[in-house]
């Protein structure tokens, strides 16, 4: 079995109108090469889901998003996400605003075939108020109300792991796999771009297969990759872009979309690889200490 | 012994930790940060931590200077699925600073103004507010005490609960909810107030009450035994320098003011 394909390929599987999970979280270890196949594909109207990122910025910015489905949008160093800062000023999109821990149950509950899963976040503030579609319910079993929080069921997710095989068992080596197993479990089609590809052989080791999160029958796409989650962070390989972030946001406040595209999107992942210094300097940004 | 306003604000809200025993304490933002790590390094050594990334920590990380999260005092993995674990069962307490307070305690850091499709200024988000308030402590720190941030009205998006009757959920009573202190660059407050109002605990030195009230949207009870913020230790102060040699402290409060304040600073305010 073999599940590599280019990016080109595996974008051809999402189509207008879909609804696309994307794992990761703010700067960290999105799958940023997949995200700009999809700017460079006729795709539009997508539903987004995301703990974003720029991968939310530069879709909604491109005008390819009808909806978004947040928590937040951040660079954590820069804390408001500019492109997705103007898109919601704007009124440009619709949005679903949740907390955190909701996007994990909505995922969770989709993961699991479960039309919502009961919770109490959400209770006495405007995420009840502001989403209509998300019901406050009775429990058969106390006195309380419960948010009923909706399955966020996926057509497609797009993941960045470090490396993978050609069979799709991937392994993420960062501190934190974040939501991925989620969003992977939560989509009828993952696919998982990857800085390395390993042979099969690799998960021998007990501590890598550890670092496995989901079986390989959720994977659908192998994209191999390297550099690809730039300009975010593929921890241990290498530290997300502080300098290519701000840029971005200089694009976004001076020209918007069209500005930063011309710079730097390029007709393929060789081309923007060039356009922000080439691989290596990608694969030799240091990790950020807090 | 001199200190400034910034070191006695965090020394302030290390306390809020000092009976918390063995909760997960997080404060975001340097400060806020910077005063949950104190409060483990003094007053609650039993606190947990986290390195703001994926690990729990026997010690506090320093805020400034940290080149490499390797060689930390690492106790467990502790990725953010994990955190939701740990915040559901109620064993955390969040020192966080809202961008807007109402009079029940109701924050808001998602947006300003306009509408929920269109807001006037998008801010954070909701993230974990909603959350965290339902299931566990919270205290709160505000770097300037205005009322743009202690507002008249609702908050503009009501992202925690607070003590609001008119959003009090079925089967809930406001002992459900339980938002500690609030720590300003003028006083110490807490809900403590009949109807759980904000009332203020203690003024910084040189702060009037008269100064605190004209700078909040809602009314005040104030504490019978109204006290001065106490000055920060020298132990206080040494830890402080230990936690954060790089001085980022004096960076993160607009010309770094002193904890107290001088004479005629105080008569032009």
């Known amino acids: 079995m073999d599940k590599r394909v280019s990016a080109t390929e595996a974008i051809t599987h999402i189509k207008s109108g879909m609804t696309v999970g994307i794992g990761g979280w703010g700067p960290r270890r999105k799958p940023m090469a997949l995200v700009r196949e999809l700017l460079r594909s006729d795709v539009k109207d997508l539903t987004v889901v995301a703990y974003g990122g720029a991968d939310v910025g530069l879709l909604c910015a491109a005008g390819k998003v009808r909806k978004v489905v947040f928590a937040f949008v951040s660079l954590d160093f820069m804390p408001l996400e500019p492109a997705f800062r103007l898109a919601r000023q704007n009124g440009a999109i619709e949005v679903m605003e949740i907390d955190e821990g909701m996007m994990l149950l909505g995922l969770r509950a989709a993961a699991w075939g479960c039309p919502y899963i009961p919770t109490r976040v959400g209770l006495g503030t405007d995420v009840i108020r502001n989403n209509p579609d998300i019901k406050v319910i009775d429990s058969p079993y106390d006195d309380r109300e419960w948010v009923a929080m909706p399955a966020l069921n996926l057509d497609v997710s797009l993941i960045h792991a470090t490396r993978a095989d050609q069979r799709g068992v991937c392994e993420i080596a960062s501190p934190d796999h974040y939501m991925d197993d989620l969003f992977a479990r939560a989509a009828k089609h993952t696919i998982v771009s990857v800085d390395e590809i390993v042979d099969s052989k690799h998960f021998s080791d007990r501590d890598v297969a550890r670092r496995v999160y989901w079986e390989r029958c959720e994977t659908q796409a192998v994209v191999h990759v390297p550099g690809g989650a730039h300009p975010s962070s593929s921890d241990p390989l290498y530290g997300f872009d502080v300098g290519h972030f701000k840029r971005y946001g200089e694009c976004i406040a001076e020209g918007g979309y069209d500005a930063y595209a011309d710079q730097y999107l390029g007709e393929d992942e060789a081309s923007y690889q060039s356009a922000v210094g080439g691989l290596t300097t990608i694969q030799t940004l240091p990790i950020p200490a807090y | ?269």
């Open chain 2, 1 to 269: 012994m001199t200190y400034s306003l910034a070191e006695l604000m965090v020394c302030a809200a290390s306390r809020v930790f000092d009976n918390d025993g063995e909760v997960l304490a997080t404060g975001i933002g340097l400060l806020p940060r910077l005063a949950a790590s104190l409060a483990m390094r003094t007053t609650n050594p039993d606190m947990m931590m986290t390195d703001s990334q994926s690990f729990m920590l026997s010690a506090p990380n320093p805020v400034s200077g940290m080149t490499s999260h390797m060689g930390q005092a690492n106790e467990n993995w502790m990725g953010f699925a994990r955190i939701f674990d740990n915040v559901w069962s109620g064993h955390r307490h969040a020192l966080v600073g809202p961008s807007q307070i109402d009079r029940y305690g109701q924050t808001n850091i998602s947006a300003l103004g306009g509408s929920h499709q269109s807001p006037k200024v998008q801010l954070l988000g909701v993230r974990g507010f909603p959350g965290n308030s339902i299931s566990h402590a919270n205290s709160f720190f505000v770097p300037s005490h205005s009322k743009r941030v202690f507002v008249e009205a609702e908050c503009d998006v009501v992202c925690s609960i607070g003590y609001n009757p008119a959003r009090l959920p079925k089967g809930y009573t406001f002992d459900d909810i339980d938002i500690r202190r609030v720590i300003t660059n003028l006083c110490v407050m807490d809900f403590g107030g009949p109807d759980r109002q904000a009332r203020v605990l203690s003024l910084h030195p040189g702060v009037s009450l008269e100064e605190v009230r004209d700078n909040t949207g809602f009314d005040l009870a104030v504490a019978v035994d109204l006290a001065e913020t106490a000055a920060p230790t020298a132990e206080q102060l040494a830890i402080l320098a230990e936690l954060d040699p790089k001085d980022l402290r004096a960076r993160q409060l607009k010309d770094n003011p002193p904890g107290v304040r001088p004479t005629q600073q105080e008569t032009s305010v």
